[in-house]
């Protein structure tokens, strides 16, 4: 059912955006940006691999991919001085995030679609502030590993997939680099999903829901 709204939810969005920019006016343009999540966050282990044959023994800390979104949608074209707006659709992959502790391993990905709804104010063509609100759908993958101690041989595993309805909070700037060509900047927060406890054996494990709730995006754009 969850894949049945998820599919549904893509292609509504799709089919209003392609009626939008039938009906795309002088008064409005089409913005594309394209743009690079997670370029602060941390890239590394903490240990050392003591077991060649193991990906988490001895492995202490935060290993976090690099991900990206691709945005297409209406902008406003206003004068200087001026509040507009910015219809917009993206599509994001948020990568992989790994956590390990010695023999303990979690790793969680998440790709998804949003729309929102930006308000921004040009000061001028090199910097236009904006707020924004949407929705989307998240697909969520998660998995867990744990190793024995002495051996270091698997003890058990477990993993999960879900899609979540999501509604995201926005804040960036944008503006012109030269000519069409243009920059953006953006700090999103994603409200959606939640932890599940799975059953292990004889024991249980709160494994969190992989929707990444903030992320960071630079990027450049081009504007018709």
């Keep these: 059912m969850k894949k049945i709204i998820l599919a549904a939810t893509v292609a509504a969005a799709l089919s209003t955006s392609v ?12 913005v594309v940006f394209v743009g690079i999540t997670n370029v602060f ?18 492995h202490t800390g935060t290993q976090e991919d690099s991900g990206y979104s691709i945005s297409i949608g209406l902008e406003d074209n206003i004068d200087n001085n001026d509040f507009g707006t910015r219809k917009m659709l993206t599509y994001y992959d948020d990568g992989k995030k790994i956590y390990a502790d010695g023999n303990y391993y979690e790793a969680f990905s998440n790709k998804g679609i949003e ?13 236009k502030p904006y707020i924004a ?6 697909d969520s993958t998660s998995e867990a590993l744990k190793r024995d101690t002495t051996t270091h041989n698997k003890k058990w595993g477990t993993s999960g ?18 000519a ?32 990444k709730h903030e992320t960071i995006t630079l990027g450049l754009g081009y504007k018709f």
Excluded: C, W
Excluded at 41 to 55: K, R
Excluded at 188 to 198: C, L, P, T, V
């Design 180 to 211: 069409s060509i243009e920059y953006f900047a953006e700090y999103k927060y994603r409200a959606g999903g939640e932890s599940s406890q799975i059953d292990v054996l004889t024991a249980s494990t709160d494994l969190p829901n992989a929707v």
């Design 19 to 30: 009626m939008a920019f039938d009906l795309v006016d002088k008064d409005e343009n089409i």
């Design 41 to 58: 966050d941390a890239d590394y282990f903490i240990g050392t691999h003591d077991y060649p044959d193991s990906t988490t023994a001895g």
């Design 115 to 127: 729309a929102s709804y930006e308000i921004f104010y040009k000061i001028n063509n090199h910097l």
């Design 161 to 178: 997939h879900s899609y979540d309805m999501t509604g995201i909070m926005k804040l960036g700037v944008t503006g012109e680099i030269i």
């Design 133 to 138: 609100a949407g929705i989307g759908m998240n």
